[in-house]
């Protein structure tokens, strides 16, 4: 395992390793000593991929490697563009800002709001503290990311990622889907043009052999990480996985639940058909 103030890298054993990557941008936990709020650590959860990287680990026995954030998404969001600044919540102008549909909504690159109408921040942000966060935490993690993903790339002349993320088992008032109840799993593919479609139909198909509800690209398509990896043309391919909080935690208390370990053994189904969806694909 390789560690980083910003990450956690996973890589499997030498000899069994597959162009496969899955990476977990929103489970970090630990708060850089600069990040400052008035908000509880209950409300502050709400924004966090719980265990999603201890629930994908099987995937390393595979042949995966797995990518985990340090950071929490509240600090700095990796799957978002590093230039979709929300000006709202700096002092001063951001040159070059492009602040997109999630800012508009509170939840860009950097967070203006943990929950509808509750500001994160009780002042704005300067530069300088966002180019930090930028420097140290968002740009070394998408390096990590993207150097595993060429070299895979170069090794074995294509690669396979997996966007991992969990959701809200309902939306709230920040979300596209507010009010709504969401199935078991959220595939995104961009509408297909971010995967080979025979790789989002094994991962669609594992989980519905499982028993498990599965809806693609509705209505989470797959975020800034899928967009920016995903170039199937060039035999690269990535997709986004949401999977409901409720299959395995109590979402009130962010706690596992009596169904945490049964899920995580599921998870290790679904990694072995994609391991073997990819390696049936590189003979």
């Given at each position: 395992?390789?560690?980083?103030?910003?990450?956690?890298?996973?890589?499997?054993?030498?000899?069994?390793?597959?162009?496969?990557?899955?990476?977990?941008?929103?489970?970090?936990?630990?708060?850089?000593?600069?990040?400052?709020?008035?908000?509880?650590?209950?409300?502050?959860?709400?924004?966090?991929?719980?265990?999603?990287?201890?629930?994908?680990?099987?995937?390393?026995?595979?042949?995966?490697?797995?990518?985990?954030?340090?950071?929490?998404?509240?600090?700095?969001?990796?799957?978002?563009?590093?230039?979709?600044?929300?000006?709202?919540?700096?002092?001063?102008?951001?040159?070059?800002?492009?602040?997109?549909?999630?800012?508009?909504?509170?939840?860009?690159?950097?967070?203006?709001?943990?929950?509808?109408?509750?500001?994160?921040?009780?002042?704005?942000?300067?530069?300088?503290?966002?180019?930090?966060?930028?420097?140290?935490?968002?740009?070394?993690?998408?390096?990590?990311?993207?150097?595993?993903?060429?070299?895979?790339?170069?090794?074995?002349?294509?690669?396979?990622?997996?966007?991992?993320?969990?959701?809200?088992?309902?939306?709230?008032?920040?979300?596209?889907?507010?009010?709504?109840?969401?199935?078991?799993?959220?595939?995104?593919?961009?509408?297909?043009?971010?995967?080979?479609?025979?790789?989002?139909?094994?991962?669609?198909?594992?989980?519905?052999?499982?028993?498990?509800?599965?809806?693609?690209?509705?209505?989470?398509?797959?975020?800034?990480?899928?967009?920016?990896?995903?170039?199937?043309?060039?035999?690269?391919?990535s997709i986004q996985i949401e999977l409901n909080r409720r299959l395995y935690m109590d979402e009130a208390h962010f706690l596992p639940?009596?169904?945490?370990?049964?899920?995580?053994?599921?998870?290790?189904?679904?990694?072995?058909?994609?391991?073997?969806?990819?390696?049936?694909?590189?003979?």
């Amino acid at each position: 395992m390789s560690t980083h103030p910003a990450y956690q890298f996973l890589k499997p054993k030498t000899d069994g390793i597959l162009p496969l990557v899955f990476d977990s941008p929103h489970s970090g936990t630990e708060f850089p000593d600069d990040f400052k709020t008035d908000n509880s650590q209950q409300d502050l959860k709400t924004a966090w991929d719980a265990f999603i990287e201890d629930l994908w680990l099987p995937s390393v026995d595979q042949g995966a490697s797995l990518l985990a954030a340090n950071f929490p998404r509240v600090y700095i969001d990796p799957n978002r563009a590093p230039d979709d600044i929300d000006p709202e919540i700096l002092a001063a102008q951001w040159p070059g800002a492009k602040p997109t549909a999630f800012s508009d909504r509170g939840m860009g690159l950097i967070r203006r709001f943990i929950l509808p109408g509750k500001p994160l921040y009780t002042a704005p942000l300067s530069v300088a503290e966002v180019q930090n966060r930028l420097d140290h935490y968002y740009t070394p993690y998408h390096n990590a990311l993207k150097n595993n993903l060429d070299q895979l790339h170069q090794q074995f002349g294509a690669v396979w990622h997996i966007d991992c993320h969990s959701m809200k088992s309902k939306g709230n008032a920040m979300n596209i889907d507010n009010g709504l109840p969401r199935p078991d799993v959220i595939l995104g593919d961009l509408d297909g043009t971010s995967a080979e479609v025979g790789f989002t139909r094994v991962v669609e198909k594992a989980f519905q052999g499982l028993g498990y509800s599965v809806v693609r690209n509705d209505p989470y398509k797959g975020g800034y990480v899928v967009k920016e990896y995903g170039h199937p043309t060039d035999n690269r391919h990535s997709i986004q996985i949401e999977l409901n909080r409720r299959l395995y935690m109590d979402e009130a208390h962010f706690l596992p639940h009596e169904n945490y370990d049964q899920f995580k053994k599921h998870l290790a189904i679904v990694s072995l058909a994609i391991a073997d969806y990819v390696r049936a694909r590189l003979k």
